[in-house]
């Protein structure tokens, strides 16, 4: 989770332990005191608690975006990180009880390799999800209401986000946090990462199914009618002032609209490669003119908290412990609102 080697953790620990030492733990040869194993939990930012969880989490083959881009050492940052979010939020579920099973909504539709199956898939999850046409405002409120697991994680810009299944049955989407300043973006990935989760591909090259999934995320966020209803069955060029007021509605990148716009049939091919081509040369391909003020975000994790906590369900060590924060930090955050 942290990227170190054996000798890098000897040294957050101000060789309290040699590498020597660290490497029996690792080993299981010699067991570390409690003494030891807070030092262990300050250095690697973990509770002590996280030692003796019993919570199995495995994932099943993830598939990342920019794969060329992602060292291995930072992948396994990555699926680190994701597993011990994920094995604190799904001890907390099985201390609550809670019993939340996903339902897969494209378990059988047939394979995908048109822009047209993609559309179609994304009008079918509206319409099981009973989102209608409406902007959707909150995707990871979303997401987690329809039993799939957000995880979010800072790490370099190399990393967009992934998806995958945990024990076997549990889907999750993880995005970078880094890039929670841009919400459209974070949003735009996480509909391209349940794409992957839910869609089932022809044999297809890696790009072009990067490409109907980016196909299907923006029809997730702005359906095939609507987006003609605003712009028109067919344009010759686009304003950039237009294309912001439609983002700020629906919170989908000035881009990402062009692209669908063209997919639709809209814009051609020629003045979609205009249009990129000016927002290059204006330097608005990271940041446009225009911006999505919508926040993405989703306290379920928190309220699942705080509810086993005040009906006795767990301690306030315990809490502390599934919030990876010291019982001194948790109640320095929360303890005035019990």
């Known amino acids: 989770m942290n990227g170190f080697s054996l000798q890098d953790l000897a040294k957050a620990l101000d060789n309290k332990l040699s590498r020597q030492a660290l490497h029996r733990y690792e080993k299981a040869e010699v ?56 094995s604190r939020y799904l001890e907390l579920e099985e201390i609550i009880g809670l019993q939340t099973e996903f339902q897969h909504p494209l378990a059988d539709f047939p394979p995908v390799s048109s822009y047209e199956h993609v559309n179609k898939a994304a009008e079918i999850v509206r319409q099981k999800w009973n989102l209608g046409k409406v902007p959707l405002n909150n995707i990871i409120e979303l997401l987690e209401e329809k039993n799939i697991k957000v995880v979010k994680i800072e790490v370099s810009d190399t990393f967009d986000g992934l998806q995958t299944f945990v024990n076997g049955h549990i889907p999750v989407i993880a995005y970078n ?18 794409a992957h989760l839910l869609l089932k591909f022809d044999n297809i090259p890696h790009k072009q199914k990067e490409i109907l999934c980016h196909q299907f995320s923006a029809a997730m966020l702005l359906p095939e009618d609507v987006i003609k ?65 919508g926040r993405e975000e989703s306290n379920r994790f928190e309220q699942l908290l705080f509810r086993a906590l005040i009906e006795g369900q767990i301690s306030m060590s315990k809490a502390a412990s599934l919030s990876n924060q010291s019982l001194a930090e948790f109640k320095r955050m929360h303890q005035p609102l019990f």
């Open 31 to 86: 067991l570390p005191d409690t003494e030891k194993i807070n030092l262990l939990s300050s250095a690697l930012n973990v509770s002590p608690d996280y030692f003796f969880r019993t919570t199995q989490v495995e994932l099943s083959d993830i598939e990342y975006r920019k794969l060329s881009r992602l060292a291995p050492k930072e992948a396994a940052i990555i699926n680190e990180r994701t597993k011990e979010y994920l």
């Open 177 to 194: 946090l880094r890039k929670a300043d841009k919400p459209d973006r974070i949003r735009f990935t996480l509909l391209h990462e349940l």
């Open 229 to 293: 209803t605003e712009l028109g069955t067919y344009r010759n060029k686009l304003s950039i002032l237009e294309l912001g007021i439609i983002k700020k509605q629906y919170g989908i990148s000035m881009q990402a609209i062009v692209m669908h716009a063209n997919a639709c049939g809209i814009v051609n091919e020629h003045y979609t490669k205009q249009f990129f081509f000016m927002m290059k040369q204006m330097n608005w391909k990271i940041d446009e003119p225009i911006e999505y003020e």
